[in-house]
Every structure is written in structure tokens, then in C-alpha cells.
């Protein structure tokens, strides 16, 4: 089992910057890899960002390349989300999420976080 809790979501103007965090319980963290995905009002659930539990490969959804980074500390068991030149349109809940490879935490993640607002301000 793995469970996940995000945190550093808030209000931001358009333009600006936050970082989202993804703090994973259990010693397994490294065998997994984790994913960002979003859910705004009115619409499903999307693929943000995945990383590989190496860190070594990242993924990164057409809408946020080139300005969100996703990052990953596993002495620390924790994943990061560092979202620059925020639009309107990042407004969503944001979730993390687990699973045994990028494929599938890229799609269907075996663990899923409670999620953390992200509001941008136009």
C-alpha cells in the first residue's frame, strides 16, 4: 500500500509560480513511478506530468511543456510539481498519483492523493 498526500496548492496570479509537493508513505517508494494529474471544474481528469522511479525519464502533457517541471527526492519519498508562467486555464484539482510503471501511473495509477487546489487569477 502507498498513500500519498499533496500539498502546496494556493491562489496565484497569471504569470506566477507555485510548487506542488506529493509526500508518499512506505518504503517502497522508489519501485514506483508517480504522476500529476488535474481535474478541473466540469471536465475529467487529464495527464499532467509522469517520472520514472529513477528520475531518469519524464513525461509531460502537450498543455504544460516547457513550464512544469516534475521532480522527484526519494530519500525523501517525495515528488514535486513546479508549475511557472501559470494560466487561468491550470485551474484544477491537482492529484497525484502511484503506479509500478510510467505506463500505467500515465493512465490509470494504482494509488491516487486526495488532490490540492491550484487557482490561477487572470
Known amino acids: 500500500q502507498v498513500q500519498l498526500v499533496e500539498y502546496g496548492g494556493g491562489l496565484v496570479q497569471a504569470g506566477g509560480s507555485l510548487r506542488l509537493s506529493c509526500a508518499a508513505s512506505g518504503r517502497t517508494f522508489m519501485s514506483y513511478a508517480m504522476g500529476w494529474f488535474r481535474q478541473a471544474p466540469g471536465k475529467e481528469r487529464e495527464f499532467v506530468a509522469a517520472i520514472s522511479w529513477s528520475g531518469d525519464s519524464t513525461y509531460y502533457a502537450d498543455s504544460v511543456k516547457g513550464r512544469f517541471t516534475i521532480s522527484r527526492d526519494n530519500a525523501k519519498n517525495t515528488v514535486y510539481l513546479q508549475m511557472n508562467s501559470l494560466k487561468p486555464e491550470d485551474t484544477a484539482v491537482y492529484y497525484c498519483?502511484?503506479?509500478?510503471?510510467?505506463?500505467?501511473?500515465?493512465?490509470?495509477?494504482?494509488?491516487w492523493g486526495q488532490g490540492t487546489q491550484v487557482t490561477v487569477s487572470s
Open positions: 498519483g502511484a503506479g509500478r510503471t510510467v505506463g500505467v501511473v500515465s493512465t490509470t495509477p494504482d494509488y
